[in-house]
């Protein structure tokens, strides 16, 4: 047993990969307010990335029967990855890579950006998702349903998400990228998030925190928010296929080649809720920064700017309802990495990648984050590691 337990009266129990890794106290009391609540289902489990977040606890894994939390699955709705292999060397790239970011720039807006016109292919796209959309904005007309979603297809956004330039052990290039649903699915979130709000105030529903206010099954705002958080999820996992053939395109031209062939790991989600059968119920699981690791399933378990990756194959592993960590995991917050990281500090942990080196990202600098290697250690049981990543170019949004 690679885990610990956290069993007291009155919750269900939380069940931790987390060893040799640091968790902070506010974090466990996040994590027992969650653990508290009538309709968890057999456990919470706890990934070696786990920090605090918003109402829930990032790094969780929330099984929920007769009611899902909105805020658990948060606003940056079907938040994940995407890696695909080419068939490149390292011996193909150039030894300055300054203008192979440049051009990753131009064909991917990053931040609060979005494309002038619309990206290429993302027309189709959005012409698939649109009549969903229509059905959700009509009931809930804030629901942005127009021309900001459609531009919005093929961007990467702002905070923790990025792209990158890889090698693996062997050599081999690789394009890996961080992104979600935008800002149509911040709309949703927020949306929803404060509709169940206002629910638990009307219907006089005491909770632990205001932010794991909850929709009971078999309600109407349930059935509702099922429908636009499986939309928003589709939205980022296209919105990740647009981005990895922009940025293929973009890496091709800078290389003068006409057409760069790849090979897509994986596509996984990381913050995002759906139905599964577990220990023989179908029940709901809300993975709040974690990965979906059945037997067999490829998943991406990114480091920070400056550390190494991993494409991991999951094992199976029940009792953690069979999910891995997300990534590092956050060690210090925004505001707190500003103060505690030098520009200096940077430069040197980000050493060797062609990268933003100004105070702009000093948030995201490689010590904000937990060890990585630490963390893959944690979770041995939850993972096998199949190729590890180091970044030689990383676009940050």
Not at 120 to 128: C, D, F, K, M
Not at 273 to 295: D, I, L, P, Q
Not at 342 to 371: F, M, N, Q, W
């Amino acid at each position: 047993m690679n885990y610990d337990v956290i069993a007291e009266q009155g919750r269900v129990p939380i069940k931790m990969w987390t060893r040799g890794v640091e968790v902070d106290h506010n974090s466990l009391n996040q994590l027992r307010n969650i653990a508290s609540l009538p309709f968890i289902y057999k456990h919470v489990a706890v990934m070696p990335d786990v920090h605090l977040g918003i109402g829930a606890t990032v790094g969780s894994v929330i099984p929920t029967k007769g009611a899902i939390i909105p805020s658990a699955v948060g606003v940056d709705i079907g938040c994940g990855m995407i890696a695909a292999r080419t068939e490149l060397t390292a011996s193909d790239l150039p030894d300055n890579l300054s203008w192979m970011r440049t051009d990753i720039e131009k064909a991917v807006p990053v931040g609060f950006g979005e494309h002038k016109h619309q990206a290429p292919g993302a027309a189709l796209v959005w012409e698939q998702l649109c009549p969903r959309l229509r059905a959700i904005a009509e009931k809930y007309p804030k629901i942005e349903r127009g021309a900001k979603g459609l531009k919005q297809l093929g961007t990467l956004g702002g905070g923790n998400h990025f792209i990158e330039v890889c090698l693996d052990e062997e050599q081999r290039v690789w394009i890996m990228l961080h992104s979600g649903s935008r800002g149509i699915g911040n709309i949703i979130g927020t949306y929803f998030i404060s509709l169940a709000r206002e629910d638990m105030r009307i219907h006089f529903i005491n909770l632990p925190d205001r932010d794991l206010a909850y929709f009971p099954e078999g309600t109407e705002h349930f059935r509702e928010y099922v429908d636009a958080v499986a939309w928003a999820q589709e939205y980022a996992l296209r919105n990740r296929d647009l981005m990895l053939t922009a940025v293929t395109a973009a890496v091709a031209r800078s290389l003068k080649r006409d057409v760069l062939p790849t090979e897509i790991a994986a596509n996984c989600h990381h913050n995002y809720v759906r139905m599964e059968n577990h220990f023989g119920e179908n029940v709901y699981v809300t993975r709040k920064g974690a990965v979906s690791a059945r037997e067999g399933e490829m998943g991406i378990i990114p480091g920070s700017m400056g550390t190494r990756s991993y494409i991991v194959r999951g094992k199976g592993e029940s009792e953690s309802f069979t999910s891995c960590s997300h990534g590092a995991g956050r060690r210090f917050s925004r505001g707190e990495a500003k103060r505690r990281i030098t520009l200096e500090d940077h430069k040197k942990a980000t050493e060797g990648v062609e990268c933003r080196k100004d105070s702009g990202v000093i948030d995201e600098s490689p010590s904000a984050y937990k060890d990585i290697d630490a963390v893959i250690a944690a979770e041995s049981d939850l993972i096998e590691v199949v190729h590890t990543l180091k970044q030689v170019l990383c676009v940050k949004g």
